[in-house]
């Protein structure tokens, strides 16, 4: 059986390293918001198989190409104004934070004040940092929790929301590299926050998703649904009451948001409905600038977030064990391809869920070990060619869904990847003054050892403790050259599904050679330790590979069409400029001059 096996991967590896670089186009899915992930599961659907008649639409309108600069995000209106900034003699930080709080209107289900994320900065000299502004876990919070709390505690209401980060991570990024005036750089979001903007497809989905999932009250309802009607694509919404908060923020920077009146009214209602934020959480909040995690794959010179984000562990893991494998020659979406890359995230995800937790919490994370050669080969001794591992046969590591992207590069080589979150789409749904709070909580282990929202089986490492930040999948990550140049600009949404899109976006330029709308546009798949199944998007391989990959033990899972599966941005160097283009689940715009 095991040699009917290898010799069914040989034929496939065969036939599919005979194909072109980019894969058979497809037809761009349905996009819906990241917690339509947790309605009711009426079973897998029919597996839709890659042919060589699969077709795939490219969106042009989610592409473009700069001579000297770039920005590249889910929302065009926010795209725009980046666009602008930098046209305006701004540079990358400046049309980053303006990306950012335009975002936080017009991109609600992501785009935030009430959230938090994370960001590389690499200047034109090639000095590359990283700010985190991941939200913290109240005073008050503690790992039991939620133990005897409604069942959805964590995920939705007052209770649900960390300390928002977003406002002090902007200003610290203003504050060390921006030249515009920050008033300037929040005057479009105030703009579209009075006098409106329309509901695209993407934002109506998401209204409608969020009703029939985790579901809408009070302000949050009033604002996207009146009266129980969802808005629909084309109407006009308008947030005035956040403008008022951007105004504060503009006028007195993050005082206007920590302190003050924007505080005292969040403070205010998260006592009055059993939230556990205080005026005293949100004055002591505080970005962190952290060293980047560096790595190399190929060459390049990758650089990508440390913890509290576990997406630049995995992916220096990922890096790794796969530099000895040659995955171009494997063939795009072969069994071979696919059984490498799983296998590889399998012992990733297992590091990731039982060791990673906030830094200051957790005093003896092996980093250097887990991203050394030595390790990468002692777990790729592990790997069978010929089967899967079950993630219970995982050898031990130690001894005894709702984000938004964009990306940056300006005319000087300044680059940024910005990652910011709300949790699942719209987060706890619990609005004050204008603003959606995250449901950030649910990141934590809740209940070690059992599974999050998004399927996460997490250890004591990410257990609830005053103070501390949640375990993230954010990967905000800046790839230069051999020479040192940028050569590429990614990040993504989608929780876990994060990690594993980024590193096939790098893969799929690197490895295959993709232009960038191919590279995020093509279909995907998805591995993270638990549960241990391959999930796979329509036409992510052929009924051919369906079989090996079933033969050799895996199980698999397609996805279903209405489930977003992330989005991913990118920025791609070529030699007219840059290329980007931003993934067509997800909409937006990459727009450049």
């Known amino acids: 059986m095991r040699r009917l096996v290898l010799l069914l991967i040989l034929v496939g590896c065969k036939q599919s390293a005979q194909a072109p670089k980019e894969p058979p186009p497809r037809q761009a899915p349905v996009v819906v918001?990241?917690?339509?992930a947790i309605t009711v599961d009426a079973g897998p659907p029919p597996p839709k198989f890659r042919t060589e008649a699969s077709t795939f639409n490219a969106v042009p309108e989610r592409a473009g190409t700069g001579k000297t600069f770039m920005v590249a995000s889910e929302d065009e209106?926010?795209?725009k104004v980046g666009k602008d900034v930098l046209a305006?003699?701004?540079?990358?930080?400046?049309?980053?934070?303006?990306?950012?709080?335009?975002l936080a209107v017009t991109r609600p289900t992501a785009g935030n004040v009430g959230g938090g994320g994370f960001a590389v900065v690499r200047t034109a000299k090639g000095k590359v940092s990283a700010v985190d502004f991941r939200e913290t876990a109240p005073a008050a919070a503690t790992s039991t929790m939620y133990d005897t709390a409604a069942d959805k505690a964590s995920l939705v209401g007052m209770k649900a929301a960390g300390v928002p980060g977003s406002v002090a991570g902007l200003w610290e990024l203003h504050k060390k590299f921006g030249t515009k005036k920050w008033a300037e750089l929040i005057a479009p979001a105030i703009a579209f926050a009075k006098d409106g903007y329309?509901?695209?497809s993407y934002l109506a989905r998401a209204i409608g998703s969020r009703l029939k999932g985790l579901g809408m009250t009070g302000a949050f309802a009033d604002r996207f649904a009146p009266g129980g009607k969802p808005l629909a694509e084309g109407d006009v919404v308008t947030n005035p009451e956040l403008a008022a908060v951007l105004e504060r923020i503009a006028a007195k920077g993050p005082d206007g948001f920590y302190k003050g009146e924007t505080a005292a009214a969040i403070a205010a209602a998260m006592k009055q409905d059993g939230g556990l934020i205080t005026a005293k959480d949100l004055e002591g909040y505080k970005a962190i600038w952290r060293?980047?995690?560096k790595f190399a794959y190929r060459g390049k010179h990758l650089y990508t977030m440390p913890p509290p984000s576990s997406g630049g562990v995995v992916l220096a893991m990922t890096a790794n064990m796969l530099r000895k494998q040659d995955l171009g020659k494997l063939?795009?979406?072969?069994?071979?391809?696919?059984?490498?890359?799983?296998?590889?995230w399998r012992r990733a995800f297992a590091a990731r869920n039982e060791v990673l937790g906030d830094p200051k919490f957790v005093k003896d994370m092996p980093i250097a070990r887990l991203l050394s050669e030595k390790e990468a080969d002692r777990l790729v001794a592990t790997i069978a060619a010929d089967r899967a591992t079950p993630s219970s046969e995982v050898p031990a590591l130690l001894e005894g869904t709702h984000t938004t992207n964009f990306c940056v590069v300006d005319a000087k080589g300044m680059a940024v990847a910005l990652t910011t979150t709300l949790n699942t789409s719209f987060g706890s749904g619990a609005m004050v003054e204008g603003i959606l709070l995250n449901n950030e909580m649910d990141d934590f282990a809740t209940k070690p050892g059992q599974p999050n929202v998004y399927g996460l089986v997490q250890g004591k490492a990410n257990q609830i403790e005053p103070g501390k930040r949640m375990l993230s999948s954010m990967s905000p990550t800046i790839v230069?050259?051999?020479?040192?140049?940028?050569?590429?600009?990614?990040g993504g949404q989608g929780g876990p599904r994060i990690i594993t899109e980024v590193w096939q976006a790098i893969s799929n330029v690197v490895d295959f050679e993709m232009a960038p709308d191919a590279a995020v546009g093509a279909s995907r798949f998805h591995h993270q330790h638990l549960p241990d199944d391959i999930t796979l998007e329509d036409e992510a391989i052929t009924k051919q590979v369906d079989e090996q990959l079933r033969a050799m033990g895996y199980t698999l899972v397609w996805n279903k069409p209405e489930r977003i599966f992330g989005a991913t941005n990118i920025i791609v160097h070529t030699k007219d400029g840059w290329a980007g283009s931003s993934d067509p689940r997800g909409g937006g715009a990459a727009m450049g001059d």
Do not use: R
């Open 33 to 36: 918001a990241a917690d339509a």
């Open 77 to 79: 209106l926010a795209t």
């Open 88 to 102: 305006a003699g701004g540079n990358a930080v400046d049309a980053a934070v303006a990306t950012a709080f335009a």
């Open 198 to 200: 329309k509901v695209n």
């Open 291 to 293: 060293q980047p995690i």
């Open 331 to 344: 063939g795009w979406h072969s069994a071979a391809h696919v059984h490498w890359v799983v296998e590889v």
């Open 480 to 490: 230069e050259d051999e020479q040192g140049n940028v050569q590429l600009v990614v």
